[in-house]
C-alpha cells in the first residue's frame, strides 16, 4: 500500500520525474509521512505554491493526518476557486 | 435624470418617464423584483398578459468601475412560478446605462404571429417587425443584425426554443465577439418575451450622455480601492484562477472534493471529469487558437471568459463556463470537450439555458431516450427542439415536465428549476440556498462577500453558526450585489479585503450619491428578499416548496456516501427575520 497523489495544474510538473500511469498521479511510500504538510515536503512543494488541499476528497489542512491507501489532491495557487465559506477545512491538530 | 422605457406590446408603442422617487436608489435585481412586485399580479399566468419582463442595468453599470457590466432580467417565471431575476454580463448593459435607462418594462401581449425588434438609442426607442429573423438559429441572426444595425451595436434575444414557448429557454445577450454567448439563463424568462411578441433587443449608444455621478470623488476613491483588491487577489488577479483557466478550473477541484454530480446526480466522482477540466480547455484553446483570457463586457480585471473554437480553431462558440460544461458533460456521463463545445453551441444556438438543457438531458437519459455518454443522440434531442417535434416541445419544458412524461423518479430540481454543479449531499451549505431561495435551485443566489464582512447579521465565522444563518446571511450580501451592477466574482477578492467592500459601496454613494455604509447595506439586500419572498407567498409558495427532491434524503452519494440531512427545521428557519 501507497498514498496516491494527484497534483494539479502547474504542480504536475514535480510529479513528472516519478510519474507513472494516470496524469499528474504519484504513488509514494508513507515512510515519515504522518500528514499533509509531509507529503508537500516529500515532494518538494512549498506551502505557498498550493491552494485547495484535498485527503479522500475532504478539505483538509496542513495538519490533516494521513495513512496508508489514502488519495491526497494538491491544487496550485493559481487553481484556488472554493466557495470556502461552504467548506470546514479538516485538521487533526487536536490529537 | 434616469428613465424608465415602457413597450407596450398590445399597441406596439414605447414611451419614457421618469424614474419614481422610490426607485431612485434600485438597479439590477432591486430594481427588476421591485418592479414585477408592484406590476405583476403574483397569480397571473407567467405566459399571459399580465405577466412583464423588466430589465435593469446595475447602479454602476455603465461608467468604469471594474467589473460592472452586469443586467438584470425580472419577471414571474414559467418553470417556477415564482419570481425570478436572471443576470449577464454584456456591454449591452453599459450601453443602457449610458443612455440613462435604469430599467425597460415590456408589457401586454402582441395579438398576432409576428416578432418584433425593440430598437434603443439616444433619440428614442421602436418596434420594428422582426419575422425576418425568427426561427433561426442565434448563429446566424446575429451576423444578419450586426450587418442590419451595425458592428457597434448590443444585442438582446431570445432563440426558438423560447418560440415554443418552453421554460428551458434563457435571454440571451452579445459577447464583444458579436456571439450569442452571454445568457441570463435561468427561469425560462426568454419564453415570456417571445410570449408577448418580442424577440430581439437592439441597443445603440451612439452619442449617449452617460451615466450620472453625483459625487464624483467618493466614486473615484471608491473604484481605485476595489481596483486594488481585484488585482491583488489570488483568485481575481491576473494570472490567478478565473483568469487562468475560467470558471471552469472548479471541475477538478469540486470531483476531487467529491461533489461533481455524474450521469443525473448518481455519483459526486468520476475521473473522467478531468477531460473537460478547466486545464485541459485552456491547453486546448491555446493549441487551437481561441482566446483566453477573455472579457463578457469590456472593463473587467476579471477576465475569466474565452472563446472556444472547433478543432481547426474555426466557427467559436463562445465561453464554455464551468455550469456548462458540468451539466452538459459529466451530468449526461459525457467526457470529451469537442462534444460538450457542440453541445453548448446547440444551446446557445436554439436559446436554451445551459444548465436547465444539460439536466433536461441527463433526465431523458434516466427516461430512455438515450444512453449516459452519447453526445450525438444528446445532439439530436437538441435538434428535436430546433424542429418544432413533439419530443421537442417537452424537452423545452425543462427538467421536470421530462421526468414526468418520462417516468423519471430521480428529478433534480427545486420549485421546478434544475440545480447546477454541486451535489447538496456532499456541500450541505449550498444545499440549504438551493432550497430557500425565492429562484429555485439557484447556486449564484448565496454566492457572495462571506457574513463576517458584511455582518449581517450573527457572529464572524461562518463555519461555527448553523446553515440557516450562514445561507441567509450569504443570500442577503448577493441580493445586493446583484443590484449594484458588479460581477458576483469581485466576492472573492472582497472577502478577504475589507477595503475592497469600501470600494464597492463607495463608487455605489458615488453614482447615487447616497451614503450607504458597509452595514446598511445589508438592509437593502434583506428587503430584496423579503420583497421576492412576499410574491411567491402570494403566487402559493409555502415551506413546502422551500425542499430538496426527495431522493437527495434517501439516495446516499458516493464517493462520501452521505445524503442530504439538513432538518427541514432549519431550512425553515433561513428567512424567520
Known sequence: MVIKVKLYGNLREKASRSAEGAPGMVE???????????????????????????????????RKKVKNGDRVAIFPKNMGLLYKWYFRREENDQE | MRKILRVNMNTLETSYEDVPEKYQTLGGRSMTSTVVADEVPPTCHPLGPHNK?????????????????????????????????????????????????AAIVVEGKHEGDDYYLLKVTRDGSALINANQWSGKGLYEVYKELFEEFGKAVGICS??????????????????????????????????????K???????????????????????????????????????????????????????????????LPQRNFSSGQDDRSENVSGEKKAEEIKKRGGVRPHV???????????????????????????????????????????????????????????IE????????????????????????LFEEIRNKTPTGKILASGTEVTGKVFGVVRIPTVKGQALPAYDPRSIKGIGVTYATTPMGADHTAGYAIAPEILKVGGE??????????????????????????????????????????????ETIN????????????????????????????????????????????????????????????????????
Request: hydrophobic content about 40%.
Open chain 2, 296 to 354: 463578457c463586457s469590456p472593463g473587467c480585471i476579471i477576465k475569466c471568459s474565452e472563446v472556444w473554437t472547433n478543432p481547426d480553431g474555426t466557427d467559436p462558440v463562445g465561453v464554455l463556463e464551468y455550469e456548462s460544461v458540468w451539466a452538459l458533460g459529466p451530468n449526461c456521463g459525457i467526457y470529451d470537450l469537442d462534444v460538450v463545445g457542440e453541445l453548448n453551441r446547440a444551446c446557445n444556438d436554439l436559446g436554451l439555458d445551459t
Open chain 2, 460 to 505: 464572524a465565522d461562518p463555519f461555527d453558526k448553523k446553515k440557516a444563518d450562514l445561507s441567509r446571511d450569504l443570500q442577503v450580501a448577493t441580493a445586493f450585489i446583484d443590484s449594484s451592477g458588479y460581477c458576483l466574482f469581485i466576492a472573492f477578492a472582497l472577502l478577504d479585503i475589507s477595503e475592497g467592500v469600501e470600494g464597492m459601496v
Open chain 1, 28 to 62: 509514494i511510500e508513507d515512510r515519515g509521512i504522518k500528514m499533509v504538510s509531509d507529503v508537500l515536503n516529500a515532494l518538494n512543494i512549498d506551502e505557498a505554491e498550493t491552494s485547495h488541499l484535498f485527503v479522500n476528497g475532504k478539505y483538509s489542512g496542513l
Open chain 2, 197 to 259: 411578441g418580442l424577440k430581439f433587443v437592439v441597443v445603440d449608444d451612439t452619442s449617449a450622455p452617460g451615466v450620472e455621478i453625483k459625487n464624483n470623488e467618493a466614486f473615484e476613491k471608491g473604484k481605485e480601492k476595489l481596483r486594488k483588491a481585484l488585482t491583488s487577489h489570488d483568485v481575481t488577479k491576473p494570472g490567478g484562477a478565473l483568469n487562468s483557466y475560467g470558471t471552469d478550473v472548479l471541475i477538478n477541484i469540486i470531483n476531487e472534493a467529491g461533489a
Open chain 2, 53 to 101: 419582463v423588466v430589465f435593469a442595468p446595475g447602479i454602476v453599470t455603465g461608467t468604469d468601475a471594474p467589473t460592472s457590466g452586469r443586467i438584470s432580467v425580472g419577471g414571474k417565471s414559467p418553470l417556477t412560478g415564482g419570481i425570478k431575476e436572471a443576470n449577464a454580463g454584456t456591454k449591452c448593459a453599459q450601453m443602457l446605462g449610458r443612455l440613462g435607462i
Open chain 2, 510 to 577: 458615488g453614482v447615487l450619491g447616497t451614503d450607504f455604509t458597509v452595514d446598511s447595506v445589508a438592509e437593502i439586500g434583506k428587503q430584496i428578499l423579503k420583497t421576492e419572498r412576499v410574491f411567491n407567498e402570494a403566487a402559493g409558495f409555502t415551506s413546502v416548496d422551500d425542499r430538496l427532491p426527495e431522493f437527495m434524503r434517501e439516495e446516499a452519494l458516493p464517493p462520501h456516501n452521505e445524503v442530504f440531512d439538513v432538518p427541514d427545521e432549519e431550512l425553515d428557519r433561513v428567512f424567520n427575520f
Open chain 2, 158 to 195: 431570445v432563440g426558438i426554443a423560447a418560440e415554443l414557448l418552453g421554460a428551458n429557454s434563457g435571454v440571451c445577450f452579445s459577447d464583444p465577439e458579436g456571439l450569442p454567448s452571454r445568457y441570463a439563463g435561468r427561469g425560462g424568462l426568454g419564453a415570456v418575451m417571445a410570449s
Open chain 2, 357 to 380: 438543457a444539460g439536466n433536461t438531458i441527463a433526465v431523458a437519459m434516466e427516461g430512455g431516450l438515450a444512453e449516459f455518454g452519447d453526445g450525438e443522440k444528446a445532439l439530436q
